[in-house]
């Protein structure tokens, strides 16, 4: 342990924290030494994962009792069990500087916390995973989100012509869950091939686009004009995916796919935390 200098202990805790399991281990190696204890200190809140807003106030008690330089959030995981209280807000005013991963897991169809959040400033979030009845992001919001996966609108009008100016560096989008939608699909459209130097354009930095539908055996359960309602939404989807394909000046790659939207919040959970943070 002596031959290595303090900055390359650090630099290996840092490392350590883009695993699974990383910030456990650098849990258990602060309570071997007073010297692995003084390493880990700034790297103990690099990853939190709450289920109930009791957590939150607890977590909250203790970052108020370190230094603000050893209380950096870089990531994280908001479960179901989380609403929005005083202690909820103040530790995302606490997180908000320094956090590069949000994901966030509502399990009703309430938006106070995912409209407070939208209306938050995060200046370094570079990923954001949603999963509840999300709004359109306002102007601004997420400067640096480069990584942006929606799970729980069904039909988010408004989303697509907001990005460019909510979500200005964004390269990867992700839409879950989407259902007897054709005006957001027409709205999807319109945005991603306007002309880039539009203002409803989408982000100029824009990779990937993939969307995420019902299949067709559930949407027939819904009644004929719903089902018709689908239909005309994947034809828009599909003809849009065939315009990217065919479209060689930079446009997005765009994929539709059929998937059964799931609420399991351990495997997302896990899913998170397997993600190599952006």
Known sequence: MELLPTELHGQIFSLACSSPWGVPTIRALSLTSTYFHEVARPFLFHTVVLSSTDQATHLLALLEAVPAP??????????????????????????????????VI????????LGTIFRMSFPRLK???????????????????????????????????????????LTHLRMVGLRRAPAFARELGAVLTAERRDKDAFPARLLSVVLETEPPALQARGGRVA???????????????????EKRDGAPRVEVLDAFEEMDVQKMKMEWLDMVSV
């Open 106 to 113: 509502c399990g009703s169809s309430s938006t106070a916390l």
């Open 127 to 169: 990923a954001l995973m949603v999963r509840g009845y999300y709004p359109p992001p306002p102007p601004g919001a997420f400067p640096a989100l480069t990584h942006l996966h929606l799970a729980g609108n069904h039909s988010p009008s408004g989303v697509p012509t907001a990005l460019a100016r909510a979500c200005p560096a």
């Open 70 to 103: 050893q209380r950096r959030i870089h990531r994280l995981f908001l479960g179901s069990g989380m609403h929005l209280s005083s202690a909820t807000l103040q530790l995302l005013h606490f997180a908000a500087p320094a956090l590069h991963d949000l994901a």
């Open 227 to 245: 089902q018709l309602r689908d239909e005309e939404m994947r034809e828009v989807l599909w003809t849009l995916k065939s315009w990217a394909a």
